[in-house]
């Protein structure tokens, strides 16, 4: 069974900096596009940034300049570096990637749990 797994959440001040990481578990054959989504309490959830398997990025506007993102295709991990944190930028945070299980097989999306991020004022 394939999972995604963050990891890196937690609590810091406004202005700080925390990184998030996500891996795989179970054998697959390739990922495509990864990405992180957050969803604050009380909102959808939202797109915050993507990156292709040949490192093309996408970000959302509210968080370009302060947040890059970033994989290594030889581990098929992906992080998350956040700087210059805003209380706004709480949120659960979750991985998501484009995985092929077998090279036969077509993309299919997968999520992890979410990580919890929380910037105090």
């Known amino acids: 069974q394939v999972q995604l797994v963050e990891s890196g959440g937690g609590l810091v001040q406004a202005g700080g900096s925390l990184r998030l990481s996500c891996a795989h578990s179970?054998?697959?054959?390739?990922?495509?596009?990864m990405g992180w989504y957050r969803q604050a309490p009380g909102k959808q959830r939202e797109l915050v940034a993507t990156?292709?398997?040949?490192?093309?990025?996408n970000y959302a506007d509210s968080v370009k300049g302060r947040f890059t993102i970033s994989r290594d295709n030889a581990k098929n991990t992906m992080s998350l570096q956040m700087n210059s944190l805003k209380p706004e930028d709480t949120a659960v945070y979750y991985c998501?990637?484009?995985?092929?299980?077998?090279?036969?097989?077509?993309?299919?999306?997968?999520w992890g749990q979410g990580t919890q991020v929380t910037v105090s004022s």
């Open positions: 998501n990637a484009q995985i092929r299980r077998y090279s036969w097989s077509f993309p299919v999306d997968y």
């Open positions: 179970g054998s697959i054959f390739s990922i495509n596009t």
């Open positions: 990156i292709t398997s040949g490192g093309a990025t």
